[in-house]
């Protein structure tokens, strides 16, 4: 028998075992914990049969709904509700039902089967108990039985009720459905406003949210995996609110945190009063209890305008329609392929519809890439809303192509351009292309990876002030950086943009975020993103309070003692909110990381200049790039790509960052993984000046977890959680030789590369199954070491230590950029660094110009001579992956110890047959003699 006071004791074993800090999150948490309630009640009706005693198994269980009550708060299903009726299974001693649901329950959460039907249906006893839902039964077996396919989502309900009205609340929603609705909701119903918060950071499901009257602030429930989030909003501040202040400001904090969400407010205050307050965040406010009806359509209509997609539903209409074609492509409707005796397979493999959809039309309810007017202008407004930028252009041939679109459309000749140097590859030919002079600013090396990092924010403001002490600094037009690297390196975009507009206010950003579409989907990484940055920036300098600060800081800053430039290295600059100008523009490869067709990117804009004086280059530049016969595939692609973040991208890139968490702690803590891999970390890929949090590891088996939000807010530098980058020269392979064992053996398939790590990346693609699999095939290879270890001979084992050494301790250094050969420069005789790629680039065309010397001799000797060796293409090793030489780069001692130092077998611009690729003597002669090609470019502002 179970003592009757278990549950209510006071003190129990159950009350204070509720540490969750072994958790990276809740989600995982009630994951977790539902599957080992399953496998508890599983041994506790199992003890019960053979006549056992069952008091430890009982207390297990009591522990694990002390975990489940205030999680389940939350959730309509199994929420509340269901979870009173597992407690009163357990109470009454009904172990078999208890057994039977709580089965059910998991299987229901595990396979996402109750989105497939009302989770208020679900959560009652009576059908958990019934059998219809059938043990085992997957999502597609649901849908079928349940009959009811319709998408399912949750509404969070913020009001201060009783149990009873709640459920007078709930079921009046209930009542308001109808058959010919679109979408089917349930309710959650949260009595705070620290629990709303908590709500729809833990519940993915929510897609709406309703603040009904007065409420408290505090919650009742701590969970520790979510606390950090609620201690930094600033309680004080919270408490000393009026009601209806209170409700303004949960909008506003609900609106940052997930700005998808459709807000709704429901008021006994005058509408009128508050309406337009409440407009900044909440979709419309209702009075009191009269609009339910209008309420729940006001709902529904939400979630229909981002379930909305112009183009593919545009296009799947036009498949349909029978059409006679007499226009472009044979394959257009599958028609060459269906007259075919050769080619059918073709069909047989991709299937009609792709077919169907194929054409050159832009008519019937189509629509022009390069002259948007319906339905692609409609689709691209929308991906605009939903990854914060003020436009967006859809580019069906990569983020290179983006590239070069906005470098043609906002950098004219002669202009100067401040490039991270390990900035991808098309910038480059991009700047060649614009005639644009380029300032390489090197990264951080990380020697012991062969890899760098990014560019610090003292570095880029030394440039800057460079370009300004001699009298140059109105031709710096434009900063471009990686956001984020190949590494998972992120810079915070808002604490570059807010000092670099100090120095020059007219500045222009590129941030290429090609890696980092997926960013804007939780709050987290958000923050650090291009287009966050730039609304932040706008709306701070449009705050009146913000120019009385500004004013304030200026007096103290002209009033302290040194240089200008000495003090703006020193501290932190504010931008002058009078003449600073929010221009961003942020290109990213939506294919990479989120829903897309190879090749699917976007370009997004927040530039408050755009429509004055950027939109006609940018239209040509645009028209110059884009093909005028783009995939109409890959358009309808980034169309749903934008729908399905718009809905669930929260829920799958929090899902994503747990996987790879997940994969983070099983890695460290197999001893015998951790014997021959290493988790790179905070601490390995950003220098400690950077990172002023401290944290070194997400994950460390003897501290548990570190917060990674804490790093994200305050770090100059923080790093991709989803970027698991793994040291594998401890198994005596280098990175390719990992990557080919990986993809040969195994079947696992990666991308990049180091000369002793490799890169995994965790994206909303990747599932839990894929994480179990590669954790086992790492394992499995960490065995074989070990035993082919203990077989070695002394040959072979010396052997082996000494490529481990090689691999481990033996770096080849890292070079900086050299410099521009004088008669590169932009400039004679200049001071600073900035060069003429382009006269560079297009000089190396004439092969009279160019010579060839080959490495290991040849260059040296030349440059022993006294000679400058002064490179005639761009030579690209990988790894790195970016150019370590560029056209009129002179090849300093540095770069050639480099390039001797390496051990990997694709350097592009390198032929070793011919050897390396430089200019004579003549021609440097010629071209120093003939000076700049760029025209000098008229002023884009004041001199500084």
Not at 812 to 824: D, I, Q, V, Y
Request: proline share 5%; glycine share 6%; aromatic share 10%.
């Amino acid at each position: 028998m179970i003592p009757s006071d278990l549950i209510t004791r006071e003190g129990t074993d159950a009350a204070k075992s509720n540490q969750l800090s072994a958790y990276y999150n809740a989600s995982r948490l009630r994951t977790d914990t539902w599957d080992t309630l399953r496998d508890s009640v599983q041994k506790l009706h199992d003890a019960e049969r053979r006549g056992a005693d069952v008091s430890k198994q009982a207390s297990e269980i009591v522990r694990l709904f002390e975990l489940l009550k205030p999680v389940e708060t939350y959730w309509a299903f199994p929420g509340k509700r269901g979870y009173a009726e597992l407690l009163r299974l357990f109470e009454r001693e009904d172990y078999e039902s208890l057994l039977r649901v709580t089965d059910r329950i998991l299987r229901l959460l595990v396979s996402d089967a109750y989105r497939t039907r009302n989770a208020t249906e679900t959560a009652s006893q009576e059908y958990l108990e019934s059998g219809e839902f059938e043990v085992g039964m997957d999502e597609a077996g649901a849908q079928e039985k349940f009959n009811d396919t319709r998408p399912y989502f949750e509404v969070l309900i913020v009001d201060n009720v009783s149990p009873r009205e709640e459920e007078r609340l709930r079921q009046k929603l209930v009542k308001l459905r109808r058959n010919e609705d679109e979408f089917i909701y349930n309710a959650v119903v949260v009595p705070t406003f620290e629990d709303a918060l908590i709500a729809i950071l833990f519940n993915y499901s929510i897609q709406s949210c309703v603040v009904r009257y007065s409420f408290p602030l505090r919650s009742h429930h701590r969970l520790e995996v979510l606390q950090q989030t609620i201690e930094s909003i600033g309680r004080a501040d919270y408490e000393a609110m009026s009601d209806r202040e209170r409700s303004i400001a949960l909008g506003r904090l609900l609106k940052r945190m997930r700005p998808e969400l459709d807000l709704f407010l429901v008021t006994d205050a005058p509408v009128e009063d508050i309406a337009g307050t409440a407009s900044q965040c909440y979709r419309r406010v209702f009075y009191r209890q009269e609009d339910h009806v209008e309420l729940h359509l006001s709902i529904l209509k939400g979630i229909s305008e981002r379930y909305d997609t112009p183009f593919f539903t545009a296009l799947r209409n036009y498949s349909h329609k029978p059409t006679g074609v007499f226009h472009a492509m044979p394959l257009s409707r599958g028609k060459s392929i269906a007259k075919s005796h050769w080619i059918r397979d073709m069909e047989e493999f991709y299937g009609s519809n792709i077919f169907l959809a194929e054409t050159s039309a832009t008519t019937g309810g189509l629509d022009s890439l390069l002259q948007p007017h319906g339905s692609l202008k409609q689709a691209q407004a929308l991906a605009a809303r939903a990854f914060g930028a003020r436009r967006t252009y859809f580019v069906t041939n990569g983020t290179s192509t983006a590239n070069k679109i906005v470098m043609q459309a906002l950098v004219r000749p002669g202009d100067t351009v401040l490039v991270s140097r390990d900035c991808h590859k098309s910038h480059h030919y991009a700047l060649i292309l614009a005639g644009a002079h380029p300032v390489y600013m090197d990264p951080y090396p990380l020697s012991p990876y062969s890899m760098y990092g990014a560019v610090s924010l003292e570095e880029i403001k030394r440039q800057l002030f460079v370009q300004k002490k001699a009298g140059k600094l109105d031709r710096v037009r434009m900063v471009l950086l990686t956001n984020m690297t190949f590494d998972g390196v992120t810079y915070n975009a808002r604490a570059v943009m807010e000092e670099l507009l100090a120095i020059k206010p007219d500045l222009i950003f590129l941030w290429d975020e090609a890696w980092f579409a997926y960013g804007h989907f939780t709050p987290i990484t958000r923050d650090r993103m291009a287009m966050q940055g730039a609304a932040d920036v706008r709306a701070m300098l449009k705050d009146p309070a913000y120019a009385a600060k500004y004013a304030k800081w200026r007096e103290e800053f002209d009033a302290k003692p040194g240089t200008e430039e000495k003090k703006s290295l020193a501290e932190r600059l504010l931008p002058d909110p009078a003449k600073a100008r929010v221009r961003v523009y942020s290109t990213q490869s939506t294919h990479k990381t989120l829903t897309s067709l190879r090749q699917g990117s976007m370009i997004h804009i927040f530039d408050r200049d755009f429509e004055q004086h950027s939109m006609k280059a940018f239209n040509e530049a645009y028209m110059t790039h884009t093909s005028t016969s783009p995939n109409y595939q890959i358009l309808a692609s980034l169309d749903l790509g934008r729908r399905q973040v718009e809905l669930e991208g929260f829920e799958l890139v929090q899902k994503s960052i747990e996987l790879a968490m997940t994969l983070r702690e099983r890695i460290r803590s197999n001893a015998l993984t951790n014997k021959y891999f290493t988790v790179l970390g905070p601490k390995d890929l950003i220098p400690a000046r950077h990172r002023p949090s401290g944290i070194e590891l997400y994950y460390d088996p003897k501290s548990g977890w570190s917060r990674m939000e804490t790093a994200w807010e305050t770090d100059e530098f923080a790093l991709d959680p989803t970027r698991v980058t793994i040291e594998v020269g401890r198994t005596g392979m280098d990175g390719d030789e990992f990557k080919n064992h990986l993809m040969n053996d195994f079947d696992i398939q990666i991308n990049k590369t180091s000369r002793n790590t490799v890169l995994f990346m965790i994206h909303i693609g990747t599932t839990r199954g894929a994480i179990a699999f590669l954790i086992e095939v790492l394992a499995t290879i960490a065995q074989r070491l070990e035993e082919r270890a203990e077989d070695q001979n002394d040959i072979d084992q010396e052997l082996f230590t000494d490529r481990v050494k090689s691999l481990t301790q033996d770096f080849p250094p890292l070079p900086n950029f050299s410099r521009f050969h004088k008669a590169f420069l932009a400039e004679p005789g200049s001071s600073t660094p900035e060069g003429d790629m382009r006269k560079a680039f297009f000089l190396a065309y004439d092969e009279c110009e160019v010579e060839y010397f080959r490495i290991g001799g040849e260059i040296e000797a030349a440059m022993a001579a006294g000679r400058a060796v002064v490179s005639a293409s761009f030579v690209t090793p990988y790894p790195p992956g970016f150019p370590i030489l560029v056209p009129g780069q002179v090849v300093s001692e540095e770069i050639l110890s480099f390039m001797k130092a390496l051990d990997v077998k694709e350097i592009h611009g390198y032929n070793p047959n011919h050897g390396l690729s430089v200019f004579t003597q003549e021609a440097l002669e010629a071209a120093e003699a003939a000076g700049p090609t760029s025209p000098r470019r008229a002023k884009h502002g004041k001199k500084s």
